[in-house]
């Protein structure tokens, strides 16, 4: 219960202190440890040195308060919830998303490069046809993981959109707000991608493809407000049709690149996508359709 009810409220502000200070930006007279006018940190020293040059790097990384730091944490324990604060307008509970994922991004590289895991080779069945395209973005994604992943982020940005458009928690978001849904959830795959690299080195390790859908599953119905069992087939279903609507993608690419196709190919691709289209189409309507019967019940 204790741990619950710090996911919903973790922070407690302290009452500012009376003290004034004038700020050596613009002179402004004003209490509290920022200037209202520029923004300053009353701890500015008048003199250029060492701290200034310690200063400079703190906010760089932004570890003057720990801002990173708590975000990465946060992320861990409490995720749908810090989505959620974020999107609310509690811009300054966490490092900027964008920033804070192109920091990420460059610890996951290096990571990668050094002691990344050797990825699992599979064998495709496909017509021979196919071969050459699908092996080529085989090997692109494998080569290129982190830029995949943020790829993925885009095609499931539509996904879940479609299915979590009418959920009772957060209803009727935007495609933005989705971007940004997404840059949390990418930031939380690639420290989760990180922590596994440096318990587990090279080696091939299951616990990227447990943790993940459990997390993924855990922040939408955080963020969402589904009960256990409407978010996990929703969950299921955004992942079916974001890993669906990539391939399509892939495919009507390659028809334009010219590159041929068995019959028995274009049928097997035009049916999964009929069948992603009629998932896309039965989560949409499954959803507005939940929706009215909320706000009739709720109705006075």
């Not at 302290?14 to 004003?30: S, W």
């Not at 790097?57 to 919830?81: A, I, K, N, Q």
Request: glycine content about 6%; some cysteine.
């Amino acid at each position: 219960m204790r741990f619950r009810q710090w996911q919903r409220e973790p922070f407690h502000y302290k009452p500012l202190k009376d003290d004034l200070h004038v700020c050596l930006n613009c002179q402004q007279e004003y209490a509290g440890k920022f200037c209202p006018r520029c923004g300053q940190s009353v701890k500015t020293e008048r003199n250029v040195g060492w701290n200034t040059m310690k200063d400079g790097l703190m906010d760089v990384f932004d570890l003057e308060t720990t801002s990173l730091l708590r975000t990465f944490w946060h992320l861990l324990c409490r995720p749908g919830y810090l989505v959620n604060d974020y999107l609310s307008g509690k811009r300054k509970i966490c490092t900027p998303p964008v920033n804070t994922l192109v920091m990420v991004g460059m610890v996951y590289f290096l990571m990668k490069s050094c002691v990344g895991k050797q990825p699992v080779e599979t064998e495709l069945s496909l017509p021979e046809e196919g071969h050459i395209f699908y092996d080529t973005v085989k090997e692109w994604t494998i080569n290129n993981a982190g830029w995949y992943y943020v790829i993925s982020a885009l095609f499931l940005m539509l996904s879940t959109w479609v299915f979590f458009h009418h959920a009772p928690r957060h209803p009727r978001h935007t495609l933005v707000e989705g971007f940004y849904i997404q840059v949390f959830m990418l930031m939380l795959m690639l420290i989760i991608e990180i922590l596994i690299m440096i318990f587990c080195g090279n080696r091939p390790s299951v616990l990227s493809y447990v943790l993940w859908p459990l997390y993924y599953t855990f922040t939408l119905g955080s963020i969402f407000g589904y009960n256990w069992w409407g978010t996990l087939w929703r969950s299921a279903a955004v992942l079916y049709a974001g890993a669906r609507l990539m391939v399509t993608v892939y495919f009507l690419v390659d028809i334009v690149q010219g590159h041929p196709f068995s019959d028995y190919f274009w049928r097997h691709q035009s049916l999964l996508t009929a069948i992603m289209v009629s998932v896309l189409l039965g989560g949409y309507l499954i959803g507005w359709y939940t929706e009215r019967r909320r706000l009739k019940r709720n109705a006075p």
